[in-house]
């Protein structure tokens, strides 16, 4: 298996435009992460799918980010309008069963730099 | 205060000592627990997970977990320069997963 694939890999963009982050998890599994990373606040969830379902987006900082999944193979997180604030690395990760011994594994990230 | 916390460190070590990486939970819902690795510019990878109470051991590698003091650890033996990279502690609650926010650590050689 290829793993988790992450699209693109960087992206450079200025404040104001539209970015859309893409997410292809393993194959088989049912439930979807998206995570954003910096230095000052570590890895922090942002939201997850269960079967293409959003279960918690609690932590989807504001309105400007939405995500969807709609099939079983694709995701997307969006960030519109995209702010200098929002510069972090952006994992997706996918698993497969919410069983004690089941981990998550990532994709490579998409490291983003809002100008 | 945070579900799971981590010393950021930096810890060093010289090599061949061992290498102590220590985590906090505040769920006591919390089912199971994970160790992850990152080296700079790549995504967090598992070393090991572990759910019972006492001592697991992969290789080098040791997890111990204490549910009453709520408390998780990483041993790293015979350390290389190789294991110089972020330790992230996870902990699923059965519900979602919660990271630490890591500890840096630097094998010298």
């Given at each position: 298996?290829?793993?988790?694939?992450?699209s693109?890999?960087?992206?450079?963009?200025e404040?104001?435009?539209?970015?859309?982050l893409?997410?292809?998890?393993?194959?088989?599994?049912?439930?979807?992460?998206w995570?954003?990373?910096?230095?000052?606040r570590?890895?922090?969830?942002?939201i997850?799918?269960?079967?293409n379902?959003?279960?918690?987006d609690?932590?989807?900082?504001?309105?400007?980010?939405?995500a969807?999944?709609?099939?079983?193979?694709?995701?997307?997180?969006?960030?519109?309008?995209?702010?200098?604030?929002?510069?972090?690395?952006?994992?997706?990760?996918?698993s497969?069963?919410?069983?004690?011994?089941?981990t998550?594994?990532f994709?490579?990230?998409?490291?983003?730099?809002?100008? | 205060?945070?579900?799971?916390?981590?010393n950021?460190?930096?810890?060093?070590?010289?090599?061949?000592?061992i290498?102590?990486?220590?985590?906090?939970?505040?769920?006591?819902?919390?089912?199971?627990?994970?160790?992850?690795?990152?080296?700079?510019?790549?995504?967090?990878?598992?070393?090991?997970?572990?759910?019972s109470?006492?001592?697991k051991?992969?290789?080098?590698?040791?997890a111990?977990?204490?549910?009453?003091?709520?408390?998780?650890?990483?041993?790293?033996r015979?350390?290389?320069?190789?294991?110089?990279?972020?330790?992230?502690?996870a902990?699923?609650?059965?519900?979602?997963?919660?990271?630490?926010t890591?500890?840096?650590?630097?094998?010298?050689?």
């Amino acid at each position: 298996d290829a793993g988790v694939i992450q699209s693109p890999r960087h992206e450079v963009t200025e404040m104001g435009q539209e970015v859309t982050l893409r997410c292809k998890p393993i194959s088989g599994h049912d439930y979807l992460f998206w995570y954003r990373q910096t230095m000052m606040r570590g890895l922090e969830l942002l939201i997850y799918f269960n079967n293409n379902v959003p279960i918690d987006d609690s932590g989807m900082p504001e309105d400007r980010f939405s995500a969807k999944m709609p099939n079983a193979s694709f995701s997307t997180l969006k960030i519109q309008p995209s702010e200098p604030r929002d510069s972090a690395v952006y994992f997706c990760a996918s698993s497969l069963l919410r069983s004690r011994q089941e981990t998550q594994y990532f994709g490579p990230g998409t490291r983003l730099l809002v100008l | 205060q945070k579900e799971v916390e981590q010393n950021s460190g930096p810890l060093s070590v010289p090599e061949g000592a061992i290498a102590s990486l220590n985590c906090t939970y505040s769920d006591r819902g919390s089912q199971s627990f994970f160790w992850y690795r990152q080296y700079s510019g790549k995504s967090p990878e598992l070393i090991m997970f572990i759910y019972s109470n006492g001592d697991k051991e992969d290789g080098r590698f040791t997890a111990q977990l204490n549910k009453a003091s709520q408390y998780v650890s990483l041993l790293i033996r015979d350390s290389q320069p190789s294991d110089s990279a972020t330790y992230l502690c996870a902990a699923n609650t059965g519900n979602q997963f919660y990271f630490g926010t890591g500890t840096s650590l630097t094998v010298i050689p």
